[in-house]
Structure formats: C-alpha cells, structure tokens
C-alpha cells in the first residue's frame, strides 16, 4: 500500500507562483506513474500532469508554459511548480500514484486546496 500526502496550497494572487509537494510512503518502490489532478467548485476531477518513473510528463493543455511536474524516484515525492496562477486555476489539487506490479492499483492523497484571487 502507499499513502500520499499533499502539502504547499493556499491563496495567491493572479500571476503569483506556488509549489504543490506529495510525499509517497510504504510500497514505494513499485510506484510507476505519479500525477497531478484538480477539482474545481460544481466541476469534475480532471487531470493536470503526469510524470512516469522514467521521466516522461504530460500536461493538460490549459496549464502547458504555466506548470512543471517532477519527481524524486527513491522518495517518490512528487513536484508540482505552478507559474502565472490564474482564478480558473482555484481547486483542490488532488496527488496520484500508480503501482505496477504485476497487479496496477491506484492511490490519492487528502487533496490540498489552490485559492487565486482575481
């Protein structure tokens, strides 16, 4: 099993910056791809970026230029460096991580909440 814990939201204003951290603890070994995903007040959960254990990341295209996922592969501690905030990005950043071990099993952490201010 694997717990995460997200950490770094709070209240911005448009334009600021703010770096979003999840630590990954227990079965980490196992952890392939790790992610990043956001819901808004009244709207879905959607997916912001992904990184694989090799490095390789994708983003949703509204915040590509804005924001940057990295990791850590012995910790596991996931990154998210988030530039140019604007209000429409105000959610809760939700972390996720994937185990693959012959079985894929899922996991999230508490969510941590993103306010921008106009």
């Known amino acids: 099993q694997v717990q995460l814990v997200e950490s770094g939201g709070g209240l911005v204003q448009a334009g600021g910056s703010l770096r979003l951290s999840c630590a990954a603890s227990g079965s980490i070994i196992s952890i392939n791809t790790m992610g990043w995903y956001r819901q808004a007040p009244g709207k879905q959960r959607e997916l912001v970026a992904t990184?694989?254990?090799?490095?390789?990341?994708n983003y949703v295209d509204s915040v590509k230029g804005r924001f940057t996922i990295s990791r850590t592969n012995v910790q596991k501690t996931l990154y998210l460096q988030m530039n140019s905030l604007k209000p429409e990005d105000t959610a809760v950043y939700y972390c996720n991580a994937e185990r693959d071990f012959g079985l894929k099993l899922t996991y999230w952490g508490q969510g941590t909440q993103v306010t921008v201010s106009p």
């Open positions: 990184i694989t254990r090799g490095g390789d990341t």
